[in-house]
């Protein structure tokens, strides 16, 4: 595992590889959806689901939301882009969880698991951009060092979990 000294850019990477795994699920949903996914893509689509939302967990409830934003909260306060980027994380806690309990059954509604997949679809790039190009920016401006090391510690802490 890469050693974290700067946290803002390792978010940035994490936003890569979510990405990624993103695509693949909207692959395997618009194979479930068109009611020509083998036994097979369906178990690759289980597995990025889970895979998605494991990073997520780490990334977005933990690093960001243990990590980051509370530094970042002392800096800016807590209106503002962070509680929109909470919203946007609540959101896909809500619908991720429904999308694997869907897809983990033996027969998936495909209508259903794709209405679940379409919001995390829909908001992630998005929310994506928004920390890439607004939030991380403006954490790197506002963090003194003491917060921005606090942030790093947090990180390390998290990545030996
Ligand atoms: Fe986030
Ligand atoms: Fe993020």
């Given at each position: 595992?890469?050693?974290?000294t700067?946290?803002?850019?390792?978010?940035?990477?994490?936003?890569?590889?979510?990405?990624?795994?993103?695509?693949?699920?909207?692959?395997?949903?618009?194979?479930?959806?068109?009611?020509?996914?083998?036994?097979?893509?369906?178990?690759?689509?289980?597995?990025?689901a889970?895979?998605?939302?494991?990073?997520?967990?780490?990334?977005?409830?933990k690093?960001?939301?243990?990590?980051?934003?509370?530094?970042?909260?002392?800096?800016?306060?807590?209106?503002?882009?962070?509680?929109?980027?909470?919203?946007?994380?609540?959101?896909?806690?809500?619908?991720?969880?429904?999308?694997?309990?869907?897809?983990?059954?033996?027969?998936?509604?495909?209508?259903?698991?794709?209405?679940?997949?379409?919001?995390?679809?829909?908001?992630?790039?998005?929310?994506?951009?928004?920390?890439?190009?607004?939030?991380?920016?403006?954490?790197?401006?506002?963090?003194?060092?003491?917060?921005?090391?606090r942030?790093?510690?947090?990180?390390?802490?998290?990545?030996?979990?």
């Amino acid at each position: 595992m890469a050693i974290v000294t700067d946290p803002l850019t390792s978010l940035s990477e994490d936003h890569q590889r979510i990405l990624g795994i993103l695509e693949e699920v909207r692959r395997g949903i618009a194979a479930l959806s068109s009611g020509k996914a083998s036994a097979e893509a369906l178990a690759t689509l289980r597995q990025s689901a889970q895979t998605l939302a494991r990073e997520l967990d780490l990334h977005s409830m933990k690093k960001e939301e243990e990590g980051l934003f509370p530094a970042l909260t002392e800096a800016i306060g807590p209106a503002g882009p962070i509680s929109v980027m909470l919203a946007d994380h609540r959101e896909v806690e809500n619908h991720l969880p429904k999308l694997l309990e869907e897809l983990n059954k033996e027969k998936p509604d495909a209508a259903l698991a794709r209405s679940h997949a379409d919001v995390i679809i829909g908001l992630l790039p998005a929310h994506i951009q928004k920390e890439d190009f607004i939030l991380y920016p403006t954490a790197r401006e506002r963090l003194s060092r003491p917060q921005m090391d606090r942030v790093v510690a947090k990180f390390r802490e998290l990545d030996k979990e």
